[in-house]
Structures are given as C-alpha cells and as structure tokens.
C-alpha cells in the first residue's frame, strides 16, 4: 500500500468488533512504531500490551476520553523513560513512535484510537497505577486497537488548509 493512501485512510476508531488482536499484527504494530525517528537515537520508548479486561477498565477510568479502553481488545500504552540523553525530546519520540504504530494498523486493516495521557499529570498518574509502572516510566497515551465494528470514514484528507501555508 502506498504511504499517502495509507495516511488518508486513517482515522480515529473507538467502535471494536470483538475479534482479537493477533500476536502477529501487534508484533508489526510495534515494529513500525519502533522505526520511528528518535532525537539522537535515544529510543527512550518501552510499550505495554494490555489485553486484560479488568485492566482495561482501568485505563479507561484514566480520561474523560479514555472510554474506547474497556471495549478495544488491546490497548498498548507507550510510555517513555525520563533516564534519556535528551528528556526534553521523548515526547517528540513518542508522539513520531504512536503515528507509526496508527499507521500501520491501517495497512493491517485493524482500527486504532490514540487517546491522550502526557502531560497530564493526573491520567499519567492513574495509567501509572493501573499498570504498576516503575517510576522512571511515564506514560505518554493509550492508543485502542481492534478489528473496527461498523464502516470507516476518514476525514484526514479534508483537512488541507492553503490558508495555513506561508512561504518566506
């Protein structure tokens, strides 16, 4: 698949079938967000895999927007070490890291939902406590997966705005 076809057909699915996530495309959604650029190739990302209910659950009590958690059959919350070259940029990392991972559930015909975490403290702190996550560990956000329960409609392409671009 072609990488603009991909980008446009992306779009934000909270809605899951409940059919699982194969240990196969969870495996390619981490490869592909492991290939994303990193400042100083410091990589500072590790990735949680959570398929339990009661965990999810959880998770979804963490945001007023996290209610896609308790319904997706897995959510992987990625979460960046603070022990970095450079901290300042692991948000960067993550944010290039998650937009990988969205992608290639496109191509993988699965449906994602990236839901925020960081810099709220208050979220960061109740997923740091659903998932018992060490304290040099903070999680960046949740992101839903699963196979999608209904028609997908990307809007992605809709978006292009000429009254945004300025030349210098």
């Known amino acids: 698949m072609d990488a603009l076809d991909t980008m446009y057909r992306r779009a934000s699915v909270r809605r899951f079938t409940g059919e699982k996530v194969t240990s196969f495309e969870a495996e390619a959604l981490l490869h592909a967000a492991m290939a994303a650029p990193s400042a100083g190739n ?3 990302w590790e990735f949680y895999l959570v398929s339990s209910e009661d965990a999810r659950a959880a998770l979804a ?3 007023p927007y996290a209610a896609p958690a308790a319904n997706a059959p897995l959510v992987i919350v990625p979460c960046f070490r603070q022990n970095v070259r450079f901290p300042e940029c692991a948000p960067l ?7 990988n991972l969205l992608l290639e559930a496109v191509d993988l015909g699965l449906g994602a939902v990236w839901m925020a975490v960081n810099p709220v403290r208050e979220r960061e702190d109740k997923v740091a406590a ?12 949740m992101v839903a997966v699963g196979h999608p329960d209904g028609t997908v409609t990307p809007h992605c ?11 210098v």
């Open 42 to 44: 410091q990589q500072p």
């Open 61 to 63: 009590q963490a945001s």
């Open 93 to 99: 990392d993550m944010a290039a890291a998650v937009q």
């Open 130 to 141: 659903a998932l018992d996550l060490p304290q040099d560990l903070t999680p960046f956000c």
């Open 157 to 167: 392409a809709e978006r292009y705005d000429e009254k945004r671009i300025h030349a």
